[in-house]
């Protein structure tokens, strides 16, 4: 039988090559969005089946580990914690994949107006960043690196919120299409699940190292201090 230390490594190794390359192609399909060029999207598109090879690899892995050494403790949490962070990873990988084909079907044409208005390099900056991140936190087991992706997917959600009324404003003084705003804005709520995916991804980490489950907890949070604002206690 294979070390269990062994298996543990290379669990670990697919699972930052998967992250790597879906870093790649985000910054492929800013290149996409920002230049307008087919080639990078097309690249993204390409390295679609890549990324849906290693979530199936990935699982394939966690599951032999799971049935072959019976694991307990945190070496359980981690193979637990890899399924979930696959799917999330492939999911980003489908947004990358999204926005590019808008490029490479000729449905998007971005104006340097409209990529400063969004700040779209900004946006694709700080998704980056979240990504080294939860790489820095799941390799070196900082808590508070992982952290940090909660504050920055704060900034995306404030973007997205703001973004109806950028559109409105834009629209008046430009002569952009409606439909072609209207994709504008489907890209920008993508990468706004993005910053949702690599949230779920921190969390993972935590529960790995920590044995702590925080999903829901910020948003089980805030309704609680709405209801108590009303005086109510229905949610106890």
Do not use: W
């Amino acid at each position: 039988m294979i070390p269990l230390e062994y298996e543990i490594d290379r669990i670990k190794t697919i699972c930052f090559e998967m992250i790597d390359l879906v870093r790649n192609q985000l910054a492929l399909t800013r290149e996409a969005l920002v230049t307008g060029d087919h080639d990078p999207a097309c690249e993204v598109m390409r390295k679609e089946t890549r990324v849906n090879a290693y979530e199936l690899t990935l699982d394939r892995e966690c599951e032999d580990f799971i049935a072959l050494h019976t694991p307990v403790a945190s070496d359980l949490r981690l193979a637990i914690a890899m399924i979930k962070i696959s799917g999330c990873l492939e999911r980003i990988g489908d947004h990358a994949y999204r926005i590019s084909s808008f490029v490479f079907e000729n449905k998007m044409s971005f104006s340097k107006e409209l990529i400063q208005l969004i700040d779209l390099t900004g946006l694709f900056d700080e998704i980056d960043e979240m990504l080294e991140n939860i790489t820095q936190a799941f390799e070196k087991g900082d808590i508070k690196t992982a952290k940090l992706v909660f504050k920055q997917d704060k900034k995306l959600n404030r973007i997205n919120k703001r973004l109806p009324a950028m559109m409105q404003g834009y629209l008046k003084h430009n002569k952009d299409s409606v439909s072609n705003v209207i994709l504008v804005s489907i890209t920008v709520g993508k990468l706004e699940r993005t910053g949702d995916l690599i949230t779920n991804i921190a969390e993972e980490i935590i529960f790995y190292i920590e044995s702590k489950i925080i999903k829901h907890k910020r948003r089980d949070k805030k309704i609680r201090k709405r209801f108590n604002l009303f005086g109510t206690n229905e949610l106890g």
